[in-house]
């Protein structure tokens, strides 16, 4: 899931009139009901609040507007959204609308203003949506084209509004206006009842938050998120648990700094430390984040000492299941990633038996060369392992088509089984490969699967373009094991939860939905012919414990969602966007009524990351 500190590259001043023109025809940026849009000239002396208007498009959206006045609060003077926030402080009274809005210099231009200069700005309303209008995304009011002439400077900026626990509503957002296909652009804003709409009136509008708990780490483009609600959905440890469509975490916000990093590098905070002090700056609403503020003044970041997780060793008697997705790994990668993930399999997870791996890619990475075989890339996992004094792992998997699997382009990613050659045997039934289904047949009374390893119906449409279940049949003091390794399909696609449409879309959804049943359907199979077989379905399932996809594995009672067995404060094993929420996932058939679940948490609560996923660890005597 990729993250952003600025607006991707796109020429915006020459881009905005068509992206606007596109989503007022498709009715995605209505103005206010009943409302007409104005023309603004010379004489109409108009102000920041009259171009931000009572809802989230501006009235005067697509008109020339002439000497608005206003303080700079903040200036962006790198990337390719660059420009400055100019706020009214003489505003309207209105909670409803902003007295901040942003004006777009242009990629390649400096703003020619500085932090207090009062200024009178002339150019055009636009609304530019951050990934287009097809995005779903909200879209961000500002002043397009100017000229700008500076009158004073070294003037006070107006005074930031607190954003805090007692001013941000508890309620996420409005539902969205069924005749406007859910979007709700053209509702007027209510700032005292929903989040979203708090936030909206305050876009552009120089803001500040006081000492916040980081509820996202510091990532590579220079970003992190806080909480002003510390006790809304705690995780355990630090965090903003997502626990439901219900559970948007309102006090969630992203924070980036105005300042160049080559003047001063940006901080590095894990899950659970303090952003101590004041940071203050502008509003901002970008693609990667929605609101965020940019700050001018950057609080202090103190460390509150949160470390690695361990699991403990299995006993004799338990069989240690593990899933980890290692994010594209390749030999490409530096060895220190090798390494580091070979001592979080020894240390970390306490060597399983059987480990899932997910994101292995193919010997010759992201060149698109034709390559599909992934040996060498094992191989150096598998001696990374041994060299932080771990088991000498075997492994099996079923090389891919070509480009067939999704994933990165050339990568040829897909799950393969690591086990312990030492605790665990691996039941080899030949002629799996990347088109021949595997399938389940009883064999003296027991299940066992035609090929092992096996993709599970790899030619159904449900797998296009994305990674195909790789079965397994295992034995472990006697006892057989199934264990199916998964990697569903991305949650790409999918709208924000600051959409404009409420709910957002989760399109995406569709085929992890058709993906699970058919999974469902296989380990039903499994059960037809030994319903006390020992079933376990893993992976990184990209959907939550409780959405649909979930409830579709478990449909029937052929599968329960192991992780639902911790307590909810520890349900998790990914963050994103400041949200601690589970992607990662063990299942278990009926028979495995008896088990000690881990998800261990090493990588997605801390700036520092071998990975973006968190691994799961299930032990049980077969």
Do not use: C
Request: hydrophobic letters at 35%; proline letters at 8%.
């Amino acid at each position: 899931m990729p993250s952003s500190a600025i607006p991707s590259a796109i020429p915006r001043a020459a881009a905005v009139a068509a992206v606007v023109a596109s989503a007022l025809a498709a009715g995605l940026l209505a103005g206010p009901s009943g409302a007409s849009a104005r023309t603004a000239d010379a004489g109409s002396g108009v102000r920041v609040h009259d171009i931000q208007g009572t809802t989230r498009i501006s009235p005067l959206a697509g008109q020339p507007v002439t000497d608005v006045p206003g303080i700079v609060t903040g200036v962006r003077t790198y990337g390719s959204s660059r420009g400055f926030w100019i706020q009214d402080p003489d505003g309207d009274g209105d909670p409803a609308t902003s007295e901040g809005v942003f004006v777009f210099t242009g990629p390649g231009s400096t703003p020619p203003v500085k932090a207090g200069d009062d200024v009178l700005v002339s150019g055009t309303v636009a609304e530019f949506v951050p990934g287009g209008a097809s995005s779903g995304n909200q879209s961000l009011t500002q002043i397009s084209r100017p000229a700008v002439t500076v009158l004073t400077s070294g003037n006070p900026l107006p005074a930031p509004v607190t954003v805090s626990a007692r001013s941000v509503p508890s309620v996420y957002a409005p539902a969205g206006d069924p005749a406007a296909g859910g979007s709700i652009n053209a509702l007027p804003l209510n700032p005292r009842k929903y989040a979203l709409d708090y936030y909206e009136s305050l876009e552009g509008t120089n803001v500040r938050v006081g000492t916040s708990r980081v509820v996202g780490a510091t990532d590579p483009f220079s970003e992190l998120w806080v909480t002003v609600k510390p006790f809304e959905n705690p995780s355990a440890r630090g965090g903003s648990l997502y626990g439901s469509y219900a559970s948007q975490n309102t006090g969630r916000l992203q924070i980036q700094s105005l300042v160049p990093l080559a003047e001063q590098p940006f901080p590095k905070a894990n899950v659970g430390d303090v952003l101590r002090g004041r940071t203050e700056g502008p509003l901002d609403f970008n693609q990667f984040g929605g609101y965020t503020l940019t700050a001018r003044t950057l609080g202090t970041v103190v460390d509150r000492g949160l470390v690695q997780e361990r699991t403990r060793p299995q006993s004799r008697g338990e069989l240690a299941v593990a899933t980890y997705n290692v994010e594209n790994l390749d030999p490409s990668d530096p060895q220190e990633k090798f390494d580091a993930l070979g001592r979080a399999v020894v240390e970390n997870l306490s060597s399983p038996d059987i480990v899932a791996l997910e994101e292995i890619q193919d010997n010759s990475g992201a060149r698109s060369d034709g390559t599909v075989a992934a040996d060498r890339t094992v191989k150096r996992f598998t001696d990374a392992i041994v060299a932080a004094g771990g088991p000498a792992y075997d492994w099996r998997g079923v090389d891919p088509e070509n480009n067939r699997d999704g994933g990165e382009p050339g990568g040829n990613i897909r799950q393969i089984f690591l086990f312990n050659p030492e605790r665990v045997s691996f039941t080899d039934r030949p002629g799996g490969d990347a088109t021949t289904p595997t399938g389940v047949v009883r064999e003296r009374g027991r299940a066992a699967l035609t090929l092992s390893p096996g993709r599970i119906d790899p030619g159904n449409t449900a797998w296009e373009s994305s990674r195909k279940p790789l079965a397994g049949q295992f034995t472990f003091r006697g006892r057989t094991v199934f264990v199916i390794a998964n990697h569903f399909g991305s949650k790409g696609g999918d709208e924000a939860l600051t959409s404009h449409h409420q709910p957002p879309n989760r399109s995406s959804e569709v085929k992890r939905l058709q993906q699970a049943r058919l999974v469902n359907a296989f380990v039903k199979d499994v059960l037809k012919a030994d319903r006390r077989a020992d079933v376990l379905v893993v992976g990184d399932i990209n959907d939550f414990e409780f959405s649909a996809t979930t409830e579709a594995l478990t449909e029937g009672g052929a599968l329960r969602a192991a992780i639902t067995s911790l307590p909810r404060r520890e349900r998790y094993s990914y963050v994103y966007q400041g949200n601690s929420q589970v992607l990662d996932q063990i299942l278990t058939s009926p028979s495995i009524d008896d088990f000690d679940y881990d998800s261990v948490h090493i990588n997605a609560e801390f700036a520092e990351q071998n990975s973006d996923h968190d691994p799961q660890v299930l032990r049980f005597r077969p």
